[in-house]
C-alpha cells in the first residue's frame, strides 16, 4: 500500500469534520493489502496526534475516507495510547447517528462517552478505587460505645459495621461530612485502607420478592415475547410496580448472560435505589451519576465495557457507556426533563437510548405514571407496545384529590386557614405531611416600601430573590449574589417589602403554626453538601419529620410511607405558560406529587389550593385523571400541528449585541426561505427567548417546524454549511436544538 494511508480521527472542538491525519512512516510501510483486516487495527483506537503545535488525544473514527485533501498537507498521527480499542464499530455507528442528528461535532460526541481521564490521556487500566472497612480492632467495636446523643457518628459507624468496605462516593451518597470521622477512625486504627478492584465489595442484603400481579405478569411476559428491537411504554400509576417489573425483567436478561442498563433522572437515583436493585438481583449494580469523582466514573465505564458487572444504573450521560453484551435498556420517568441535555451538546436521553437499542436490536422498556405526549401517542398509535398497570400494588388506594378554592380567602404566608386545618387534623392522626411549593428562598421579590423599587438582576432579564438565612439577594438564574441592600439605591428609604413566598418562608410560618412538630425542608438550598439529600430523603421516609416543605427535588420516584396528605401550593401559575409543554408539565408535577401520598396502608389526600377551581386543565385532571387530560392535550397537539405531531428544530442565539443577533437569525431564515421544500415547513421568529437577558447576554431564537424529522433536517441541511459560513457565526454564540424541550 501507499503510505498515504490515513485516518479520521475525533477531537475534541468545533471541528465540522473529523481530521485527517497520515499513519507514523514505520506502521505505513508495514500495512497490508487486506483494507478490512488493516481497518480494525485502527477504528475505535486512542491515538495522540500533533494539532497546532500542541499533543491532542483523539479518537479514530474512519480509515482511508476521501477528504479531497492532499497527503502532503497531512501530518502524521504520533502513536496509539492503548493495547485495545475503546469503541467497536457498534458504538461507533451510535455516536455517528447522535452526531449527525444532533448537529454537534463527532469529536464532542466522542468526548461525551468518554470518562475524563481517558479524554486527558491517563492510561486505560484502572488504578483501583480507594475503599474503608473495619480493621481486626474496628470490628470489637459496637455501636453502643459511641456516644448515644452522636446520630451521625452512630449511623455512619453502623454502615461500616453492616457492610465489608466503603468507598468515597459511596459515602458520598449516603452521609454528609463524613470525611472528619472516616479520618479520625483510621487514625484510631478502626478502620483500614485498601487500594483494590473499583467494585467495592459489599454483602447484599437479601430482598422481599413478591409475586407479580396479573398486570404486572402481563407486562413482563410482553417484553419477553418480542424479539430483536421493540420499545415498550410501561404506563402504570405511583406505586404499581413498576421497578418490580424492571427487576423482573432484568432477572431474565442477566440469567442469558447479558447486560442491561437502567436510566433514571438525575434527582431519582438515591442509594436505596441502588440498594433495592442489589438486593434484588443479589449482585453488585454499577452506579453512574454526577456525585462520582473521575476516577469511579472511569471505573464504571471499564467494568461495563469489559463485562466485569452486569447492571448499570445512571443518569442521562451513562447510556453512552460502551458495554460488552447489552440486552436491555430501561428509562424510568420517562417524562422527566433531566434526561434532556440543556446545553453543550443538547441531547435527549430517551430517544438516543431507543435508538441505541433499535441499533443492537433489543429491547427497551420506558417507564411512568405521566408519560410524554409523544411517548403516549407512539404507544396508542402502535409504534411502540403498550404496557398498563392501573392498580396501585400492595393494596394501597390511590390518592384522592381535591382542589381547594382559596378565592377571597385570608391566606397567611400562601397559606388557607382550611389547609391549615386539614394539616392539623393529618398530624394528629399520626400521618406525615408534605406542603409542596416549587420556589425556593425567602421571597421572589423585594421591594422598597416608599417608592416602589424592586432588586432585579443587572446580568439578567429576572427579579432577585430574598433569602434569609444568608440576608442576601440572589438571582437563579445567573447565580448572582449581593448581600441585602441597606438602604434602597433609588430613594434611600430603609423599608423593604418581601413579596410572595418560598420554602424558606413557609418554613419559617410552619415553624411558628406547629412548634410541637419536626419540620424538614428538602430544596437545593438545604441539600447542597454530597450526600445531604440522600440524607433528607431518608429521614422524610423513616417519618422523622412529621411536615416535610420541598419543591420539585421531592417529586420523584421517592416512597414516604407514612405520607397521609399532600397540599400543594401555587401551581396556579403552570396554568398560564407561555410555553406549549407548560400544562403538561404542570398535570405531571401534581400527579407526581400527588403518587407521594398514601403509598403504604393509610390512605392519602391531595390539597390543591387555588385561585382557579373552574380551570378545565384541573377539573379535567380531577375528573378524568392523567389519561383524560392527555387525550385531550394530544387532541389540540395535533390540530396546532404541534410535537408529537410535528417536529422542531430551535436555532439560540445569545449575544451582548442584540443587533448582532437578530441579524444572524435573519440571515438564516433567508437562506431557509430560499430552499425549495417539498413537505410543508414553516420557520418562526427570530423572537426574544422566554428569558430575554441572561448572564449580560441577550438571547434570541428562531423556531423551525415541519411535519417529520426527515423533512426537518433536510430543511437545516440544506442551509448549514451556509450557516457556518457566515461571517457572524464565528463571531456570537448560538446552538442548535433538535426537539427542543422548552421553546
Ligand atoms: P412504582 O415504581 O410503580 O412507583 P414500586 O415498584 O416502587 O412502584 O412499588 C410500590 C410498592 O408496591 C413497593 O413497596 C413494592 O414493594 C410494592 N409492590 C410492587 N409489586 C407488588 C406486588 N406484586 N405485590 C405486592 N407488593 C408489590
Ligand atoms: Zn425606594
Ligand atoms: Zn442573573
Redesign the pocket.
Known amino acids: 500500500m501507499t503510505p498515504s494511508l490515513r485516518v479520521q480521527v475525533a477531537l475534541p472542538g468545533p471541528f465540522w469534520q473529523p481530521l485527517s491525519y497520515l499513519l507514523p512512516d514505520d506502521v505505513a510501510n508495514q500495512a497490508t493489502v487486506d483494507l478490512q483486516a488493516w481497518s480494525q487495527g485502527w477504528l475505535g483506537w486512542r491515538v495522540a496526534v500533533p494539532f497546532r503545535n500542541q499533543t491532542k488525544i483523539a479518537v479514530v473514527v474512519g480509515v482511508n475516507q476521501d477528504d479531497g485533501v492532499d497527503a502532503s498537507k497531512l501530518k502524521p498521527l504520533l502513536h496509539k495510547l492503548d493495547d485495545e480499542p475503546l469503541f467497536n464499530a457498534q458504538d461507533l455507528a451510535f455516536l455517528h447517528w447522535a452526531a449527525s442528528y444532533y448537529h454537534e461535532p463527532l469529536g464532542e460526541v466522542v468526548m461525551a462517552a468518554l470518562p475524563k481521564r481517558l479524554r486527558v490521556g491517563k492510561p486505560l487500566s484502572l488504578p483501583g478505587v480507594v475503599t474503608w472497612q473495619r480493621s481486626v480492632l474496628g470490628q470489637t467495636v459496637s455501636v453502643d460505645q459511641l456516644s448515644a446523643r452522636a446520630h451521625k457518628q452512630r449511623a455512619l459507624w453502623q454502615a461500616f459495621c453492616d457492610d465489608q468496605a466503603w468507598s468515597s462516593s459511596q459515602l458520598n451518597a449516603a452521609f454528609s461530612q463524613w470525611q472528619p470521622l472516616v479520618k479520625r477512625w483510621v487514625e484510631q486504627g478502626w478502620l483500614v485502607v485498601s487500594e483494590g478492584a473499583c467494585l467495592a465489595q459489599k454483602t447484599l442484603p437479601a430482598s422481599?420478592r413478591?409475586?407479580?400481579?396479573e398486570e404486572?405478569a402481563a407486562a413482563v411476559a410482553q417484553v419477553q415475547a418480542s424479539k430483536g428491537f421493540r420499545c415498550f411504554l410501561l404506563d402504570?400509576?405511583?406505586?404499581?410496580?413498576?421497578?418490580?417489573?424492571?427487576?423482573a425483567l432484568i432477572e431474565q436478561v442477566l440469567a442469558q448472560g447479558k447486560q442491561v442498563l437502567v436510566l433514571v433522572p438525575e434527582i431519582g437515583l438515591t442509594p436505596q435505589t441502588a440498594a433495592?436493585f442489589e438486593a434484588y438481583l443479589q449482585q453488585p449494580v454499577v452506579a453512574l451519576h454526577s456525585g462520582l469523582n473521575d476516577q469511579e466514573r472511569h471505573c464504571a465505564w471499564q467494568v461495563m465495557r469489559r463485562g466485569e458487572a452486569q447492571v448499570m444504573l445512571g443518569t442521562r450521560s451513562a447510556l453512552f457507556t460502551p458495554f460488552a453484551n447489552l440486552g436491555l435498556c430501561i428509562l424510568?420517568e420517562e417524562h422527566d426533563l433531566s434526561f434532556k441535555q440543556q446545553d453543550g451538546f443538547r441531547y435527549y436521553a430517551r430517544d438516543l437510548l431507543i435508538r441505541r437499542a433499535q441499533m443492537l436490536q433489543i429491547p427497551v422498556v420506558l417507564?411512568s405514571?405521566t408519560p410524554s405526549m409523544e411517548s403516549l401517542h407512539n404507544a396508542q398509535s402502535g409504534r411502540f407496545g403498550y404496557l398498563r398497570?392501573s392498580q396501585?400494588?400492595?393494596?394501597?388506594q390511590p390518592p384522592q384529590l381535591r382542589l381547594l378554592d382559596v378565592r377571597g380567602d385570608r391566606l397567611q404566608e400562601g397559606l388557607s386557614n382550611k389547609a391549615l386545618h386539614q394539616m392539623r387534623e393529618a398530624l394528629a392522626a399520626g400521618g406525615q405531611v408534605l406542603v409542596f411549593l416549587n420556589r425556593r428562598g425567602f421571597a421572589p421579590v423585594l421591594l422598597c416600601h416608599s417608592c416602589g423599587w424592586q432588586g432585579s438582576c443587572s446580568h439578567c432579564d429576572a427579579n432577585l430573590t430574598y433569602h434569609q438565612a444568608s440576608d442576601s439577594l440572589k438571582c437563579h438564574h445567573c447565580g448572582f449574589q449581593q448581600p441585602k441592600p441597606k438602604a434602597c439605591p433609588a430613594c434611600g428609604a430603609t423599608q423593604f417589602v418581601a413579596l410572595g413566598q418560598g420554602t424558606e418562608r413557609l418554613e419559617q410560618f410552619l415553624t411558628q403554626q406547629f412548634p410541637t412538630h419536626s419540620i424538614l425542608r428538602i430544596d437545593r438550598d438545604t441539600t447542597r453538601l454530597k450526600g445531604s439529600l440522600a440524607e433528607k430523603v431518608g429521614q422524610a421516609r423513616d417519618g422523622a419529620a412529621d411536615i416535610l416543605i420541598g419543591t420539585q427535588m421531592l417529586a420523584k420516584?421517592h416512597?414516604f410511607?407514612k405520607l397521609t396528605l399532600v397540599v400543594m401550593l401555587d401551581l396556579d401559575q403552570g396554568l398560564f405558560s407561555v410555553d406549549f409543554r407548560g400544562a403538561e408539565r404542570m398535570a405531571q408535577l401534581l400527579v407526581q406529587v400527588a403518587?407521594r401520598a398514601g403509598?403504604?396502608s393509610q390512605p392519602g389526600r391531595v390539597l390543591i389550593q387555588t385561585h382557579q377551581p373552574e380551570h378545565p386543565t384541573y377539573q379535567q385532571l380531577l375528573r378524568e385523571g392523567y389519561a383524560g387530560f392527555a387525550a385531550d392535550t394530544l387532541r389540540d397537539r395535533q390540530l396546532a400541528n404541534l410535537p408529537p405531531f410535528g417536529f422542531q428544530l430551535l436555532v439560540r442565539v445569545e449575544a451582548v449585541d442584540s443587533n448582532q443577533a437578530v441579524a444572524f437569525l435573519e440571515a438564516i431564515k433567508d437562506l431557509l426561505l430560499a430552499v425549495p421544500v417539498s413537505q410543508p415547513c414553516e420557520v418562526w421568529g427570530p423572537v426574544t427567548a422566554p428569558m430575554a437577558k441572561r448572564q449580560n447576554r441577550w438571547r434570541y431564537q428562531l423556531l423551525l417546524q415541519a411535519e417529520t424529522r426527515g423533512s426537518l433536517q433536510a430543511w437545516w441541511q440544506a442551509v448549514a454549511a451556509d450557516v457556518y459560513a457566515h461571517p457572524l457565526a464565528n463571531r456570537i454564540r448560538w446552538s442548535i436544538d433538535v426537539d427542543p424541550q422548552e421553546t
Do not use: C, F, I, M
Not at 413478591?210 to 400481579?213: D, I, K, T
Not at 402504570?236 to 418490580?244: H, N, P, Q, R, Y
Open positions: 422481599v413478591h409475586s407479580l400481579n404486572q402504570g400509576v405511583t406505586g404499581s410496580g413498576k421497578t418490580e417489573v424492571y427487576l433495592r424510568d417507564g405514571a398497570l396501585r400494588a400492595a393494596n394501597a420516584g416512597h410511607p403518587g403509598r403504604a
